[in-house]
């Protein structure tokens, strides 16, 4: 029974570059969450999606970034042209359809931008 | 969105038991309180979630009194291995959570 599945685990890109992360929901959870979190600090809210939906992107930088969920596969957050500051770690979590207990959080894709 | 405070940082000792108190004073009417754990390079872990009054599972209790506007997880006899950042969010479900800092529990031998 595997939990909120993502990869890579870690990636490096260099400045201008693509990020790809992505992240495989647990079996029977329809909605997944994308948060970033910096160093020494809280995780901050970047969108939230069920298939092939954005319900809530306020958190989601205006340009540069963009989020999807197909029907079939994992959820994907992209990154265009990245930079340093997007250096972060990035986690996907996943809840079923009320939520009610909490979301599952996979380990994380850590980006380091060189 | 309702806001949390939480200290910023506690100590302990193994084998003792520690209560980690949260203010949420605009919760919402249909706000869950939901407290995470996580240890570095790791996502945070779902420990227990409760509406009111008191919740225990195998690892924690979460006591609400009835104005819902705090909450304490109480961690009983804590080791070693519960060194890590607690996290006390509320929302409802299916809602964007706001994370604030968490409290850093450092547990000493």
């Known amino acids: 029974n595997a939990g909120v599945m993502q990869n890579p685990r870690h990636l490096v890109r260099r400045r201008g570059q693509e990020a790809r992360l992505r992240c495989s929901p647990m079996?029977?959870?329809?909605?997944v969450y994308w948060y970033r979190q910096l160093p020494e600090e809280g995780l901050k809210f970047m969108v939230y999606?069920?298939?092939?939906?954005?319900?809530?992107e306020s958190g989601m930088p205006k340009e540069r970034f963009s989020a999807e969920f197909p029907k079939e596969g994992p959820s994907i957050l992209r990154i265009q042209q990245v930079v340093r500051g997007d250096s972060a770690a990035y986690f996907c979590?996943?809840?079923?359809?009320?939520?009610?207990?909490?979301?599952?959080f996979g380990s994380g894709t850590r980006l380091t931008v060189v | 969105l309702a806001k949390t405070t939480q200290p910023i940082s506690m100590d302990s000792y193994e084998g003792q038991e520690v209560n980690i108190t949260c203010s949420h004073n605009n919760i919402a009417t249909n706000d869950y309180i939901t407290w995470y754990q996580q240890f570095p390079s790791q996502g945070p872990r779902f420990i227990i979630q409760?509406?009111?009054?008191?919740v225990t599972n195998e690892v924690a209790s979460l006591f609400i009194p009835a104005d819902r506007k705090s909450s304490t997880l109480s961690l009983p006899r804590v080791s070693l291995s519960d060194t890590a950042v607690y996290y006390c969010l509320v929302g409802g479900a299916n809602r964007k959570l706001i994370w604030g800092l968490g409290t850093s529990l450092a547990v000493n031998p």
């Open positions: 079996k029977g959870h329809s909605h």
């Open positions: 999606l069920q298939k092939e939906n954005i319900i809530d």
């Open positions: 979590a996943s809840s079923p359809p009320l939520g009610k207990n909490g979301y599952t």
């Open positions: 409760g509406y009111k009054t008191k």
